[in-house]
């Protein structure tokens, strides 16, 4: 009788349990790799939104900082007799002459909203800084719009702020300038028009002179969603008989240091902006001190970030 031996084919248990042992292994370093990509690709998407964020703001703060103090013909101070002989009224203004100070192209507040009109929702950052530009259309008036507000001026004549009361041709001289006046503050307010009473978003808003069926008024409009704080340091130049365009900052101080000498020249901005919603898992993060502001750790899940920037003021003139 031959006897024969036989084998069984396929794994035995310490190689399953080999082969398991290393899969799941593979499988944790897989996922522990997947998440860790998901996570880190969430943080550049939030820093990149907080980024726009801050860039939009900004494009619109300059926009109106480039252009503080432009008055074709128009001279400050014969604005300002003007404003004093034949005062104008604006709807829902921010304080007297608020909106039409062209004699006064650039100002702001240290840290409070002391604006006589209301702020969105009654809810002003009232630790914010605040910051108003003033100047004229840079282009000639074609046709007077209604109820909108305008600066006629020319080489040597008194100026006249005047309310268009239909629409009209403007005045065909050529030595003389008819010009749509702008004034817009800014402020940062606790809630915006996107914000829940379980996630109110901080927004930059502004108040802005427009017109209406009744007149010239003051309008509030929001800029930007998402910022926390602003703000302002003011870079004068005291040197007062150079003329308004005499040269470099002498110093930066805030808007309680600016008296009637200063010529405002520049002027560095601070925006503290914030995520919309608060992200799980976020430790944290500790913030610089900047303008007036000392260095601060947070911990309420929100991600933020401090940008500035420094703008020259083309038309400075006297605040």
Not at 86 to 94: A, E, K, L, Q
Not at 255 to 273: G, H, M, Y
């Amino acid at each position: 009788m031959t006897l024969r031996s036989t084998r069984t084919s396929g794994f035995t248990l310490i190689e399953i349990t080999v082969a398991l042992a290393v899969s799941l292994i593979a499988m944790f370093a897989a996922v522990r790799l997947y998440t860790h990509a998901g996570s880190a690709l969430r943080s550049a998407q939030a820093q990149h939104s907080l980024t726009e964020t801050a860039r939009l703001a900004l494009t619109a703060i300059r926009r109106d900082a480039e252009l503080a103090g432009y008055l074709a013909f128009g001279e400050p101070d014969r604005i300002a007799d003007t404003l004093a002989n034949s005062p104008v009224t604006v709807g829902n203004d921010c304080g007297p002459a608020w909106a039409v100070a062209l004699d006064e192209p650039v100002g702001g507040d240290n840290n409070g909203y002391r604006w006589a009109c209301p702020a969105y929702a009654h809810a002003p950052v009232f630790a914010a800084d605040t910051l108003v530009f003033r100047y004229v259309d840079t282009r000639r008036a074609e046709t007077l719009e209604p109820g909108r507000l305008y600066l006629d001026s020319s080489p040597g004549a008194e100026p006249r702020i005047f309310t268009a009361l239909r629409s009209e041709v403007s005045a065909n001289d050529t030595l003389a300038s008819t010009n749509a006046i702008h004034a817009r503050g800014y402020y940062v307010s606790r809630t915006s028009a996107g914000s829940t009473a379980a996630e109110p978003v901080p927004a930059l808003r502004m108040k802005s002179l427009s017109r209406s069926s009744a007149g010239p008024r003051i309008v509030d409009a929001e800029v930007q969603p998402g910022i926390e704080d602003m703000q302002i340091e003011f870079g004068i130049d005291t040197d007062a008989a150079e003329g308004p365009r005499s040269g470099s900052v002498e110093r930066y101080v805030s808007a309680d240091e600016i008296d009637t000498t200063s010529r405002v020249v520049a002027i560095r901005v601070w925006l503290l902006v914030r995520s919309a919603y608060r992200e799980r898992g976020f430790a944290g993060a500790t913030l610089p001190a900047y303008a007036d502001r000392a260095a601060k750790t947070y911990h309420d899940g929100y991600r933020r970030r401090l940008t500035t920037t420094t703008i020259v003021i083309d038309d400075a003139r006297p605040l």
